[in-house]
């Protein structure tokens, strides 16, 4: 039987199944269990490949075999993959790659166990700017100042901006701070001619969309 590694070679990254490819970001097993044995062991703990990049340091100790050394490593795999979608975000056109923003958002803010509120900062093509998370809140909530949005964005010469933030709890639907919040920045945005395109709520799997609810 071919190792995880061999098998990649031969047969591309895509053919192998996340346990292997796990194995072989792992190299080595613990003394009662194999890479592979020990890959699966950290998928079913954590509850999958996603959830596994977006654990704690707490929960991916759990595992006998792992702890700092090898949790460092998922961390920067994780800002590895968040770096390429930024980059590619930055290459298009924004509203025009949807799925791609779901992806980096969700990848950004999707999985945290507090909430933030976040922009993407477009040009007058529509391209990325930039995309800075400006505030930090709880669990269940985060208070966010106008002034610091207005602010970055005319710093930024922002034609046009997209808010983002994240519900931990893990409903992604607008409150209704959520909504007189969004209403109230459309208004002051629309006076200084810099376009609200969208509100998004994020959670580490769901995903919702102002626009596309036809709420802006």
């Not at 639907?173 to 959520?178: A, F, R």
Request: hydrophobic fraction near 45%; glycine fraction near 6%; include cysteine.
């Amino acid at each position: 039987m071919m190792r995880p590694r061999e098998r990649l070679l031969s047969d591309g990254a895509q053919a192998l199944s996340d346990a292997e490819l796990l194995a072989i970001f792992l190299r080595s097993g613990s003394k009662t269990r194999n890479a592979i044995e020990l890959s699966q062991d950290l998928l079913q703990s954590c509850g999958g490949m996603r959830a596994l990049l977006f654990s704690n340091l707490e929960e991916f100790s759990k595992i006998n075999g792992l702890g700092l050394a090898k949790w460092a490593q998922f961390q920067a795999a994780h800002e590895i993959v968040k770096r390429a979608l930024k980059e590619q975000l930055a290459a298009c056109v924004v509203l025009s790659s949807p799925g791609l923003t779901r992806e980096f958002l969700q990848t950004a803010i999707g999985h945290l166990p507090h909430e933030v509120f976040s922009c993407l900062f477009l040009n007058m093509q529509g391209a990325l700017i930039e995309f800075k998370i400006l505030f930090r809140g709880s669990a269940s909530q985060t208070t966010v100042h106008p002034r610091e949005i207005i602010k970055e964005a005319l710093t930024l010469n922002a034609n046009s901006v997209i808010f983002a933030h994240n519900h931990p709890n893990g409903i992604a639907y607008p409150s209704e701070s959520d909504l007189s919040l969004t209403h109230t920045m459309q208004n002051i945005l629309n006076t200084l001619e810099i376009h609200l395109l969208d509100h998004c709520i994020v959670t580490h799997n769901g995903f919702f969309s102002f626009a596309d609810a036809g709420i802006l």
